[in-house]
């Protein structure tokens, strides 16, 4: 029996949508937290900066998306950072750091 054009048309908008759908409660969780929330790429890049890391860090996203971590003007724990990204590396998951340690230029301490 084949398909109609119509179902063939509306199933990958359906896939769309509910990708899109997806998307948007990803946004609204991460957009709710309450706590500093840096990702960073394998690479050491800095993929994602939320609100609360740019008022506490006093550091716009746009300054630092896309540049490595050490570019960021933050003193960080970087011997921690760096193993944590090895081991994501190594296991090609995520890892979670809490309560990472930094110092801003201005010598305001932090974590």
Same mark, same amino acid.
């Given at each position: 029996? $084949?398909?109609? +054009?119509?179902?063939?048309?509306?199933?990958?908008?359906? #896939?769309?949508?509910?990708?899109?759908?997806?998307?948007? @409660?990803?946004?609204?969780?991460?957009?709710?937290?309450?706590? #500093? &929330? #840096?990702?960073?790429?394998?690479? +050491?890049? #800095? $993929?994602?900066?939320?609100?609360?890391?740019?008022?506490?860090? /006093? %550091?716009?996203?746009?300054?630092?998306?896309? @540049?490595? &971590? /050490?570019?960021?003007?933050?003193?960080?724990?970087?011997?921690? %950072?760096?193993?944590?990204?090895?081991?994501?590396?190594?296991?090609?998951?995520?890892?979670?750091?809490?309560?990472?340690?930094?110092?801003?230029?201005? +010598? @305001?301490? /932090?974590?």
């Amino acid at each position: 029996m $084949r398909e109609s +054009g119509l179902k063939k048309k509306t199933e990958p908008r359906k #896939i769309k949508d509910e990708v899109y759908g997806a998307y948007q @409660r990803y946004q609204k969780l991460l957009t709710s937290l309450t706590s #500093i &929330l #840096i990702v960073v790429k394998a690479d +050491g890049t #800095i $993929r994602y900066w939320n609100a609360i890391a740019e008022v506490e860090l /006093g %550091i716009a996203a746009s300054e630092v998306l896309e @540049r490595p &971590l /050490g570019e960021c003007p933050v003193e960080w724990e970087t011997p921690r %950072i760096m193993k944590a990204l090895a081991e994501c590396k190594k296991s090609d998951q995520p890892v979670r750091l809490d309560d990472v340690r930094f110092r801003l230029k201005d +010598g @305001r301490k /932090g974590y």
